[in-house]
């Protein structure tokens, strides 16, 4: 029973799906795949969309509660826990993560429930896929095991394949979906055959047993298996996080798939695969010869961030969609939350840092991708900066939640994602790593310049006459979204103790 | 009752006081649509109003509190907000900054000068802006404003007070722009945006040495570390020298000389920068006449009463750091003089009324510099208060005019215009007698405030100056000893000679503009010929058929006076400007501002000293006051109420040469605004040349082209093809597999220079063995490779030696590093050379922070590949 | 050379054979049967390995199930559907050089991993019950409980993701559509009387 | 002489091999439906490589307990798999993977 308490986030999630599951299946269709009373084409038969988004949000936040209700606990106390390790590890670091892909995830599916019925893609299905997908991310963030986390990773995974492949008549969504399915499934290959080889050369499968194998000076283990696996595994997770050279996925199926669906990649997907990726790395690698500063790891990753920041933000200044360049500007990220990572080697405020920025990035980003479903109505989305011309001064209340999420993005204070990067390249520069932290810094100056751009179109432009003028859709879930978003990246900007406090003591109990 | 509902100690009064107009301005601006103007106008006064009542329930408090010399804080602690130092492990473990809020005596008075002030310009504006379609806007901007003045006020540590500063910069430059449609507007907005950002970079760089210097950010923390203010730092050279001026003998040598500064003098200095972009001192002052392109109100409560001031409220709260270098009160204290006589020469030329009243603010700002400058706090904080009641009125008088004259010309520009105005005083009595007490307090009419606060700025001007804050007048040990620039002893002469002329200036042109506007004849019966045609006539399509013809005879209602809404905010303003000079009236031996104010000051009044015999100096001064004041006023009235009361033919006639003096006055008008404003110009000009073609051009330019560039070229990467994308994580991996497996020869080096004893580290790996030569001879130590990463050595002075090291991996695959190792010869300069190792062995004596700065420095240097902290290789403790 | 050696070598070359089957036939169907191939030979070498109850998953799962799977996909889609493309493949040599040069690397790598082991030890001799399906289960439902309850949200996931992904689109037919409180709640007009008003030009909503 | 199949080199050899070969037969093939099937190799490889590491470590069954788990991932991301390529050649009419590139740059 304990055990069970202590996955309670999980279990919310899991059984909720279940629920909305049946209740997609079996409610009374509303709309039957046709027109709906405006006359719109409605993709599918289910319908019901806005009422099971409306659950499945009020599952997700409740189980980013219960993380909540569970921290003021203390998963210390928990003796159950025990039962479900190494699997699933309840601890401060899980339930911090949970919490954060719970919101993100929350938030998306607010969003869904806006954007779905208004796009003519009034397809209940997304949401038992968000949950269960949901459901395998918190797996993957809390896993200290190659299996737990490969098959966290893959119950995300294919839940998110679907969701980008929901809108089937459309040739984009297909795309994204296939290219992100078949570049999946070989990262995932490539993921695993280096945990098989991890599991050759010390014999455990889980990375505290891995962790302590390498340590152990009696019987030393094959540095060539250990390194190789650890290299396939880096790319594994790289992939997940979109580092740059393993990115290319993320700008196409970003852009195809329905937004909402996006929203949930860039704010769970992400996050659980930082999440994984900082417990692997801490627990499984945490020795001086694996986490030192001219070898091991701490280089590899020092120079995936680098690469990844420039190229994200290289990249994002050239684009003509703006949901691309958020999707660019969100590889972007993934380098800025990797100089955190890196940071671990020579600053105990490295791993927090890497938490409160997942953080900051996943509402920030969430509520920027919601603002522009905000800026679409009736199937008419707004995506390229043309479609956003003037719409700051025609649409206020839209340009200011737009701008609002940008400036977050682009750390500008007094905003969540302002701290999250003081605190990384504080972090880095504890660990003296200077010179990431000063490219750190330049390539947030040429970041700042693609996010200001959007709001030179929104209040400085007029619409080219003639072309389409977008109107902001008048949902109460979205605006509940937005809402619920601006008050969590102005809440952690204005009291950044709180959360920057929540991380540390997160980082504190994890690993081994 | 106040004090059980809110302990001293955790005075949350202060978080409702601040948290009221921020409530309006939310609300007006969410809802102020579907409120309406009658319920948005209720918020935004409401809200204000409250504001100032709660803020008078504080300042009672307050004076409850402070018997005798103790002054009292009231604080509320809010939030952690900022981390201070970084995270060393266990909880609690971090210095915060809090974001807390406190008042004292001064921010006490301040704040009740902000909402009150505020308050009545709400007023104001609710009957002024009436008939604008962004009421409810500017309502909201305005209760924003009121917002951020008091957190900058009531903020109890740099940063707060930042968050405010920039906050009341945000709201300054939305008003200023407030009506964006035109270009002019939207320019002036960027202008003072601009100008202030180079303020803020030097309150940013304060912050910064602050931080470095005395660690604490807080009033309570800075003035407990503020001695530590009393350091040299070297300002020149960079580094140890400059290479190339070496070779060119004893200019080079001059050239290299070493040269410090007190730190003190250094934060004083850029604060100072930061209150000279917000308060419009020279050469920042450029912003604030422009910015009178925004609603009167907002000049009037922005522009001249409140946020301007805040330069003047930094340094008096900073008084403490101020007093610490007397190069930086002196600095303060020269350019408020000069600010204030060039302002007020610039301000003889203009007929724009607005123009006119927004050059004496600047004018009337330096003397407030002036007054705090020579250490004059509360005589400088008391113009502050008496000149917010004065401006205010002024301001608000103004827009009462130009509201009336714009009813009948419809025009901008003509209706602000004064020598479309004249005999005002017939038509608007009430705005007429306002304005006339306000110009009286202005121009120095003894008795009322101006003349009170005016003369003891003067007179302190004259008698105060600043000691130097050590008794020798030197600080630093050893070679970094320097002595503190002292005060001259004609800085007195000097800075009243200034203040002045300044006086007389005030009295005249100020006087001109109150008779070119209330006396004489009504000349708006038509326009004046010739203008300001220079703006295109379709920038006033709304005022349509409206549009008069210069020059000729316009139809429309007579000037008339403005509704009680407008009027009783002046009467109320005016009273205070006439009466208020007794809360600080020296000459009578009534002073209750002082000694309210004198706990504050009391840690920097020690540095402050007079001259000899400063008692005997009140009484002559006091009578060159008034003679300034009746030669300023008795000039004007002679040259503008006799010169155009008679036909200017008959004037010629009679007295060529007085008409040739006016003539030539008029000259030096115009050769002022030639030389002064064109040189400007002209500089300004050079300036947009080389922002365009250096700054924006090569610089800004070619960096954007590169990165798009950069970007043009990889987004072709993206060819959108699986295969593509699946080789590129193929050799991803590869790359990174490659980087993990190969050996990777990295090493860091620990220093001791001062010993000559250099440790070796090389990065540890898995699988990893080593040999070493350590000796340089080019063989290796050992042959065989061991567990080793870490050696030692010793060398002399000026001795070079090359350490190799090989790394193989668990493969067998070997790399070779090299450590080039040379112990530097002593520090060229010698002055600045850190004291030498004692002789006997014993360690060091605790090196200070810049030498531990300098001593990392070059750990840096050394360092091939990624850098750790020189502490004992604790790299890789896993958590 | 022993049988068990025999029958390592002829599974392994029967995995081998059919890898490359798979890769390189024109044919999806013949890439099908390669992979076939591949799955009989692994499970053999299973067998070697003492796996039993994984050779038999294996072959019910791989062989019975997935393979099958692909097949009746590409049925579907037509046996021709992946023979040919319409257009003309691109970049073909550079694929295939830069792939072959993967592969060098790869096996060079590979060969270095187990080069640098210390010299070979035999395995050790295990219990018959090892890799039984007694003790696999035993297995599963102990220790591997947890992951294996992830798992069921794998499949439900996956089952769902499928039928989402794949079904046809009906024709699209006018359907009078319902009206749904939630909906109205959330889309309709923010208040009653606002209905049926143009949508106001500003303000929040 | 080390009886041929009785160490773990020779495991990992073959199922190193097998799983270059799946990535080579993703890298180089175009049509998706081979690639997915390359995908399962690189998984059977990785089984293999377990399933043999697991006889090595024969203290526990891990391995084999993660081989279990890998071939039911691998069924459901063959279904999803096979899913996505129907759709997408329902829009298409072709199953080339390097048809889908109208997402780029």
């Known amino acids: ?512 | ?879 | ?205 | 002489m080390i009886p041929i199949g009785n160490v773990i080199e020779h495991y990992v050899l073959l199922a190193s091999v097998i799983f270059v070969l799946g990535a080579v037969g993703f890298l180089v093939r175009r049509n998706a439906l081979v690639q997915l099937m390359s995908v399962e190799l690189m998984l059977n490889a990785v089984n293999l490589a377990l399933v043999a590491f697991n006889r090595q470590h024969s203290s526990d069954m891990n391995g084999q307990m993660v081989s279990f788990f890998v071939i039911a991932v691998a069924a459901a991301e063959a279904a999803v798999g096979l899913a996505i390529v129907l759709s997408f050649y329902r829009l298409k009419s072709s199953v080339f993977s390097d048809e889908a590139d109208s997402l780029r740059h």
């Open chain 1, 1 to 512: 029973m304990n055990a069970l308490l202590a996955i309670a986030p999980l279990l919310v999630v899991g059984i909720g799906g279940l629920l909305i599951m049946l209740a997609e299946a079996f409610g009374k269709p509303q709309a039957p795949e046709g027109f709906d009373s405006a006359g719109r084409v409605i993709d599918a038969g289910a319908g019901r969309s806005a009422e099971i988004a409306l659950g499945a949000a009020v599952i997700l936040f409740a189980s980013a509660i219960t993380s909540v209700g569970l921290w003021l606990v203390g998963p210390e106390t928990l003796e159950g826990a025990a039962a479900v390790q190494p699997y699933l590890v309840v601890d401060r670091f899980s339930l911090f993560f949970w919490f954060t892909l719970c919101t993100g995830g929350g938030i998306a599916c607010l969003l869904a429930g806006g954007y779905l019925p208004e796009h003519g893609l009034d397809r209940a299905e997304f949401f038992p896929l968000a949950l269960f997908s949901m459901v395998g991310a918190m797996a993957l963030s809390a896993s200290s095991d190659v299996l737990g986390l490969f098959v966290g990773l893959e119950t995300m995974s294919i839940g998110v394949y679907a969701m980008i492949g929901l809108r089937r008549g459309n040739v984009r969504a297909s795309e994204a979906a296939l290219k992100y399915f078949l570049l999946g499934g070989f990262a995932a290959g490539l993921l695993l055959f280096g945990g098989a080889l991890l599991y050759g050369a010390t014999g455990h499968t889980d990375f505290v047993g891995i962790g302590a194998a390498i340590a152990d000076a009696n019987s030393p283990v094959s540095a060539g298996l250990v390194l190789g696996g650890l290299a396939l595994l880096l790319g594994g997770l790289a992939f997940k996080v979109s580092a740059v050279p393993f990115h290319m996925w993320t700008p196409d199926a970003y852009e195809g798939a329905p937004t909402p669906a996006t929203s949930f990649m860039a704010a769970a997907v992400k996050t659980a695969a930082f999440a994984s990726l900082l417990r692997v790395l801490l627990t499984g690698f945490g020795d001086p010869r694996l986490m030192s500063w001219g070898a091991g790891w701490p280089p590899v990753l020092a120079v995936l961030a680098i690469v990844t920041m420039t190229y994200g933000n290289l990249v994002a200044g050239r684009q003509e969609s703006v949901k691309r360049m958020l999707a660019y500007s969100s590889i972007a990220h993934a380098g800025y939350a990797l100089v955190g990572v890196v940071s671990v080697m020579g600053s105990k405020s490295g791993a927090a840092s890497v938490l409160f920025y997942m953080l900051g990035y996943t509402v920030s980003t969430a509520g920027a991708f919601g603002a522009l479903i905000l800026c679409g109505r009736r199937g008419a989305e707004a995506v390229s900066y043309e479609d956003l011309a003037g719409i700051g001064r025609r649409h206020p209340a839209a340009g200011i939640a737009f701008a609002f999420f940008l400036l977050s993005l682009a750390g500008v204070p007094p905003t969540a994602g302002f701290f999250a990067k003081l605190n990384v390249f504080g972090a880095a520069i504890e660990s003296e790593l200077y010179w990431l932290a000063v490219i750190g810094l330049l390539n947030s100056v040429v970041g700042a310049y693609y996010y200001l751009r959007v709001l030179v179109y929104m209040y400085m432009r007029e619409p080219a006459p003639g072309a389409p003028i977008a109107t902001p859709m008048r949902s109460g879930y979205v605006a509940t979204a937005l809402v619920v978003a601006a008050i969590l990246v102005l809440g952690i900007g204005l009291l950044p103790g709180l959360s920057l406090e929540a991380a540390t003591l997160a980082t504190l109990k994890s690993g081994g």
């Open chain 3, 1 to 205: 050379m022993s049988v068990g050696d025999v029958f390592f070598l002829v599974a392994a070359v029967v995995a081998l054979v059919g890898a490359v089957w798979t890769i390189a036939s024109q044919s999806p169907i013949r890439s099908a049967l390669g992979l076939l191939t591949t799955i009989v030979g692994i499970a053999a070498l299973f067998l070697r390995l003492n796996a039993q109850f994984l050779a038999a998953i294996q072959l019910i799962v791989y062989a019975g199930a997935v393979v099958v799977l692909f097949v009746f996909v590409i049925m579907l889609l037509g046996p021709d559907a992946g023979a040919v493309s319409k257009r003309p493949a691109r970049a073909r040599g550079s694929r295939v050089a830069s792939a072959a040069l993967v592969f060098v690397l790869a096996v060079l790598l590979v060969v270095s991993l187990v080069g640098a082991q210390p010299s070979p030890t035999k395995f050790r001799a295990v219990s018959p019950e090892y890799g039984s399906v007694e003790a696999v289960g035993q297995l599963l439902f102990s220790r591997g409980l947890v992951p294996f309850e992830l798992s069921t949200a794998l499949l439900i996931v996956a089952a769902i993701g499928a039928i989402a992904v794949a079904r046809a689109r009906h024709t699209p037919k006018r359907v009078k559509a319902g009206e749904s409180p939630t909906r109205r709640l959330f889309h309709g007009p923010l208040h009653p009387r606002d209905a049926g008003r143009p949508l106001p030009k500003e303000g929040l909503l």
């Open chain 2, 1 to 879: 009752m106040l004090e059980a509902l809110f302990p001293s100690d955790d005075f949350r009064l202060l978080a409702i006081i601040v948290a009221l107009p921020l409530l309006g301005a939310v609300v007006n601006g969410v809802f102020g649509k579907r409120l309406g103007r009658e319920a948005a106008t209720l918020m935004g006064l409401g809200t204000i109003f409250l504001s100032f009542c709660l803020c008078v329930a504080t300042f009672f408090r307050l004076a409850e509190l402070q018997e005798g010399e103790r002054a009292a804080r009231l604080v509320w602690h809010g939030w952690q907000w900022l981390p201070l130092s970084p995270y060393r492990g266990g909880p609690g473990d971090q210095i915060w900054l809090e974001f807390a809020l406190s008042v004292d005596a001064l921010s006490g008075a301040m704040s009740l000068v902000v909402t009150g002030v505020g308050f009545l310009i709400h007023l104001y504006s609710s009957k002024y802006m009436q008939e604008d379609p962004g009421f409810t806007r500017f309502f909201c901007y305005l209760n924003l404003f009121i917002f951020s003045m008091l957190v900058l006020i009531l903020g109890d540590s740099l940063p707060v007070l930042f968050v405010g500063w920039e906050g009341v910069g945000l709201c300054s430059y939305l008003l200023i722009g407030f009506w964006y449609g035109e270009e002019k507007n939207a320019a002036a907005g960027k202008k003072a945006f601009i100008t202030n950002r180079i303020g803020d970079f030097g309150l940013l760089v304060a912050m910064g040495l602050l931080m470095f210097y005395v660690g604490a950010l807080d009033w309570k923390g800075l003035e407990a570390g503020a001695e530590n203010l009393l350091q040299p730092q070297q300002i020149w050279p960079f580094g140890s020298h400059i290479p190339f001026f070496d070779k060119l003998g004893s200019f080079g040598e001059w050239v290299n000389t070493p040269r410090a500064v007190t730190a003190a003098t250094l934060v004083g200095l850029a604060l100072f920068l930061g209150c000279a972009g917000k308060s419009a001192q020279i050469p920042l002052y450029v912003w604030l006449p422009d910015a009178m392109a925004g609603p009167t109100p907002v000049s009037a409560l922005i522009h001249a009463a409140t946020m301007v001031t805040a330069g003047v409220y930094l340094v008096c709260r900073m008084s403490f750091v101020f007093v610490m270098s007397p190069a930086a009160m002196f600095t303060v204290a020269l350019i408020g003089a000069l600010t204030a006589l060039f302002a007020a020469m610039i301000a003889f030329a203009q007929n724009d009324i607005k123009k006119v009243l927004a050059y004496s603010t600047v004018s009337q700002l330096g003397y407030m510099f002036l007054g705090v400058g020579v250490g004059a706090f509360t005589a400088g904080f008391f113009h502050v208060v008496t000149h917010a009641f004065f401006k205010a009125c002024l301001f608000l008088g103004a827009g009462s005019v130009i509201h009336a004259m714009h009813a009948r010309i419809h025009d901008t520009d003509a209706s602000q215009d004064m020598r479309n105005m004249g005999g005002l005083r017939k038509y608007m009595p009430y705005t007429f007698w306002t304005f006339a007490v306000s110009w009286a307090a202005i121009v120095g009419f003894p008795l009322t405030s101006g003349f009170f606060s005016k003369d003891e700025i003067l007179l302190k001007a004259f008698t105060s100056g600043i000691a130097s804050p050590l008794p020798d007048g030197k600080v630093g040990i050893g070679a970094r000893e320097i002595e503190i620039w002292q005060w001259p002893p004609w800085a007195g002469y000097l800075l009243y000679g200034l203040g002045f002329v300044t006086a007389v200036c005030t009295a005249f042109y100020m006087t001109r503009l109150f008779i070119g506007i209330f006396f004489g004849e009504f000349r708006g019966w038509k326009i004046v010929k010739g203008y300001k045609a220079a703006h295109g006539h379709d920038d006033h399509h709304d005022h349509g058929s409206h549009h008069a013809e210069l020059g000729l005879a316009i139809q429309g209602p007579k000037p008339h006076e403005s509704p009680w809404q407008m009027w009783v905010p002046l009467a109320v303003l005016a009273t205070l400007a006439g009466v208020g000079g007794f809360l600080n009236a020296h000459l009578f031996h009534l002073h209750p501002f002082d000694s309210w104010l004198e706990p504050v000051f009391a840690d920097a009044a020690k540095h402050v000293k007079l001259v000899e015999g400063a008692e005997g100096y009140v009484y002559p001064l006091l009578g060159l006051a008034v003679l300034a004041f009746a030669g300023g006023v008795g000039a004007a009235y002679y040259v503008y109420v006799q010169q155009r009361g008679e036909p200017a033919q008959r004037f010629t006639e009679a007295l060529p040469g007085l008409h040739r003096a006016a003539e030539q006055k008029f000259l030096v008008d115009e050769l002022y605004e030639e030389t002064a404003i064109g040189s400007v110009d002209s500089l300004a000009d050079v300036a947009v040349v080389a922002d365009k073609w250096v700054v924006d051009g090569i610089i800004a330019r070619f960096t954007a082209f590169v990165v798009g560039a950069a970007g043009s070229v990889l987004r072709f990467l993206q060819n959108g093809r699986v295969q593509a994308y699946s080789l590129s994580m193929v050799v991803g991996v590869a790359l990174i597999g490659w980087m993990l497996l190969a050996p990777r020869a990295e090493a860091r080096t620990r220093v001791d220079d001062e010993k000559g004893v250099y440790s070796v580290t090389a990065a540890p790996g898995l699988g990893y063995s080593y040999r070493w030569d350590a000796n340089g001879d080019g063989e290796w130590d050992t042959k065989d490779y061991a567990a080793a990463n870490e050696i030692s050595l010793t060398l002399e002075v000026a001795q070079k030696r090359t350490v190799s090291f090989e790394v193989k991996n668990a493969l067998g695959q070997t790399a070779m590093g090299e450590v080039p190792l040379e112990r530097p010869k002593p520090d060229r300069s010698g002055a600045f050379e850190p004291a030498p190792a004692p002789p006997d062995g014993a360690p060091p004596p605790d090196a200070d922070a810049e030498q531990n700065a300098e001593r990392a420095l070059k750990i840096i240097e050394n360092l091939p590949g990624i850098k750790q902290p020189p502490a004992p290789p604790a790299s890789g403790e896993p958590q």
